[in-house]
C-alpha cells in the first residue's frame, strides 16, 4: 500500500545528485512511490542548488514551472536555496527544508507539514541504504564529507552546508564496497574540499582513505576539489604509484595573483602555488590536472589578470574551466572596492578560455595515434558515452566512436581524431 507518488526534480552539483538518491531510496524505503509524472505526484520535492544567483533563479523558475504542472501537489523546497532563504517564504511552496532537515522529508510529506524555520546547515548521508544504480551503470559518485572549513570570500558554500563534517571512513567503504559489488568500476570522490578530509577528526584521512579505496574492484578512483595548501607529498605519491587513480586531479586554484588570492581569503599566494605546480609536473609526470579560475574579482588589475594567463599558457592544466565573478551580497568578498566592468569581466573570462583551448588542442593533438583506455557506459539519458582517464565525467569531454561497444566496460580504443574538447576513437578488438 503506497503512502502517495513524489516526483522529484534535482537541481545543483553532483554532491546533490548523490544526496538526492539517498533521499529518494529513504522515501521508498518508507512507503513512497517515486514517479517522473510531476502533473500526476502527491508530492512534490525540489532539491535545490542555492551558491550563485544563477542557481538561485533556476531554483525559483523551476518551483513556479512544477506549480503550474501540479497545482494540487504537496510542494517541498529542500536543499541549498532552502537554507539560503533562512526562513523567508515563497508563494506557492507548502513546506521548506533546510540542508540540515533533510532527514525530515518523509514525515514532512506525510503530514503536510513543514518545520516551518531551517535548522543550522548540514547534509544527508545513508550508509544503511543502497543508492540506486542504472543498468550497466559503471561510474558513481562518492562522498566524503560535508560543509568546508575554509572561508574564501566569494563562497557562501559554508553558510549553506555548515563546516566540515569528514563522514566515518568505515561508512564511506561500506558504500564505496557496496557499488563496487553492483558493479561500479569508477567511484569518482567528491566533497567541498576532499583533501581536507579527516581533519575535524583529528588526523589526515584522505591519503589512508584513498589507500582503502584503491583496494576495492573500482579500477578508476578520481579524486575531485581538491584544496591545492592541503597537496602534500602523500597525496603526490599515491597520484604517482597508484595507477587506479587514473593520473588525474582536480585542484580549483581560483586565482594565482598574490594580491587577489590574498583578497579571496585563500591559503597561498602565487609563489606557493607556482611551487606546487612545479612539484607535482616533476612529481607525477604526465599527470591531468583540472583547475577553476574566477575572473573579474573585485580590485583585479590588469597586471594581476596577465599572471592568470600567463600560468595558463605554461600548460599545467588538462582542463580549465573559468568563472566570471559573481557578486553575492552574503558574501565578504560584496564588500571590496574595485568592482570590475561587466565587459572587462567577459573579455577576460573569453581570452582564459581561447588561451587553454590553444594549449589542450596541442595536447589532444599530440594524442592522436596513441593507444588509451577508456570506460564506455550508457549516461543517465540512455546513450552510449566512453572517457579516458584524463577525462572526469560530465565535464572533460569523452571520447566519440563510430560504433557502440557491444556492452558497459574498459575497453582499449586508438585515438584518431579531436572533435572540439572530445577525441574520436576506433576499437581495438
Ligand atoms: S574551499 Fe570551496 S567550498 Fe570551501 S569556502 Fe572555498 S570555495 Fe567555498
Redesign the pocket.
Known sequence: MTRGRVAFVVLGCAKNQVEAETLTTRLARDGWTLTADIAGADGVVVHSCGFLEAARSEARETLDQVRRAAPRAFLVLTGCFAQFLNNKKIPGVDAILGTGQLDRLSDVLGSKAGPGRVSSPAGLHDVDQARPLRPGQLSAYLRVSEG?????T??I??QLRGSLKSRPAEDILKEANDLTARGVRELVVIS??TTDYGSDQGRAGLVPLVKKLVKTPAQWVRLL?A?PSEVGAGLMDLLADEPKLAGYLDM?L?HVSDRILSAMG?DWGEKKTRGLLDKLGRRVPGLALRTTFIVGFPGETDDDFERLVRTVREGHFEHVGVFPYSFESRSPSARLPGLVPPEVVSQRWQRVLDEHRRIKEKKDRARKGTRVDVLAERGPDGRWAARAAHQAPEVDGGVRFKKDPPAPGFYSCRVTGVDGIHLTGEWIH
Not at 568546508?148 to 574564501?152: E, G
Request: glycine share 0%; charged share 20%.
Open positions: 568546508c572549513n575554509h572561508r574564501c566569494f563562497c558554500i559554508p567541498q574540499d576539489y584544496y580549483p581560483q585563500r
